[in-house]
């Protein structure tokens, strides 16, 4: 079992930064993956980025060159630092952890609200 708390949301305006950070415990994998998810009002949860304990990093599309994923494997917690964010960012955003043994088996935390003003 994994238990993942999330911390960091809030309002701000168009332009502005957030940094949202998610604590892991429990039984941790070594080689394991954990992300950022959004889901938007009547929207599919999307991938916003991920980062695996080796350190590879994908990003969305629509993030790239504004948000910053990064992790700290020593402390089981990652990071999303969210730069010059948009009214379209607004949602809330779940950490994702996720390992195999032998099959994917995913982890959520509770989420937390982003909402970015116009």
């Known amino acids: 079992q994994v238990t993942l708390v999330e911390s960091g949301g809030g309002l701000v305006q168009a332009g502005g930064s957030l940094r949202l950070t998610c604590v892991a415990s429990?039984?941790?994998?070594?080689?394991?993956?954990m992300a950022w998810y959004r889901q938007a009002p009547e929207k599919w949860r999307e991938l916003v980025a991920e980062?695996?304990?080796?350190?590879?990093?994908t990003y969305d599309d629509s993030v790239k060159d504004r948000f910053t994923i990064s992790r700290d494997n020593t402390k089981n917690t990652i990071y999303l630092q969210m730069n010059s964010l948009k009214p379209e960012d607004t949602a809330v955003y779940y950490c994702?952890?996720?390992?195999?043994?032998?099959?994917?088996?995913?982890?959520w935390g509770q989420g937390t609200q982003v909402t970015v003003s116009s």
């Open positions: 994702n952890y996720n390992h195999f043994n032998p099959l994917r088996r995913d982890w």
């Open positions: 429990g039984n941790i994998f070594n080689e394991n993956t």
């Open positions: 980062i695996t304990s080796d350190g590879a990093i």
